[in-house]
């Protein structure tokens, strides 16, 4: 299947920008969709953003305008690029991968980064 490793979570003040990495390593050819869920503190898993196999983009609504989702398939790599951050932003993100693999579907996650946003 799919192995995902996310990197590039840290602390940042309100205002400001980051951007986190997730290798995927494996089967990367089956993957049909890769994107970023969050958990904030208190609050449930939410998707944040994801892109699918052929390039179609789909955002939360409260990061719309601020965040932006791209690849490297050369490096297998998807990366979330955020700006303007707010202290809301603040959660463990995780990235996801979907797809088939052998006649099966699937649902990979990584281990997470911590973003924190500071007011």
């Known amino acids: 299947q799919v192995q995902l490793v996310e990197s590039g979570g840290g602390l940042v003040q309100a205002g400001g920008s980051l951007r986190l990495s997730c290798a995927a390593s494996g089967s990367t050819g089956s993957i049909n969709r890769i994107g970023w869920y969050r958990q904030g503190p208190g609050k449930q898993r939410e998707l944040v953003a994801r892109?699918?196999?052929?390039?179609?983009?789909n955002y939360a609504d409260s990061v719309k305008g601020r965040f932006t989702i791209s690849r490297d398939a050369a490096k297998n790599t998807v990366y979330l690029h955020m700006n303007s951050l707010k202290p809301e932003d603040t959660a463990v993100y995780y990235c996801n991968a979907d797809g088939a693999y052998s006649g099966s579907y699937y649902i990979a996650w990584g281990q997470g980064t911590q973003v924190t946003v500071s007011s």
């Open positions: 892109i699918s196999s052929s390039g179609s983009t």
